[in-house]
């Protein structure tokens, strides 16, 4: 198996319900965990053919933050966990989204979603 984590991506998003989420954009950081669990532990060769190109996890982050105003953490989080599920070869995904500044006395608030695969009935 293979785990691949995508740690704390920071990126300005358009996100929330209050008036000032409204009219600009804030910090967010995303967090994706992606589980291959047929990927060997040791890939054929030293080829990034050969294993599922992290880069792939933060665009699809980049992407769905640049779509436009979500209202909520958990649209945004579960949008992103719907595209990196359908990847080659990831089974299960983790996603955390967090607000850093939402509140002064706390470290944030953030959503977490877990998605896995439902298994094709016919492949067994």
């Known amino acids: 198996m293979r785990i691949i984590h995508l740690e704390r991506l920071r990126v300005q998003a358009s996100v929330g319900i209050l008036e000032h989420e409204l009219r600009s954009r804030q910090l967010l950081l995303v967090?994706?965990?992606?589980?291959?669990?047929?990927?060997?532990?040791?890939?054929?060769?030293?080829?990034?053919?050969?294993?599922?190109?992290?880069?792939?996890?933060?665009?699809i982050a980049l992407e769905e933050v640049?779509?436009?105003?979500?209202?909520?953490?958990?649209?945004?989080?579960?949008?992103?966990?719907?595209?990196?599920?359908?990847?080659?070869?990831?089974?299960?995904?983790?996603?955390?989204?967090?607000?850093?500044?939402?509140?002064?006395?706390?470290?944030?608030v953030g959503i977490e979603v877990t998605q896995r695969r439902v298994p094709d009935p016919g492949s067994r």
């Open 31 to 59: 967090s994706i965990v992606a589980e291959l669990p047929q990927a060997p532990p040791l890939p054929p060769a030293d080829d990034v053919s050969h294993v599922l190109d992290y880069g792939l996890l933060r665009g």
């Open 66 to 108: 640049g779509r436009g105003h979500v209202n909520m953490l958990e649209t945004l989080a579960g949008r992103i966990a719907q595209r990196a599920l359908a990847l080659d070869g990831v089974e299960r995904v983790r996603v955390r989204v967090d607000k850093p500044n939402i509140f002064p006395d706390c470290d944030g």
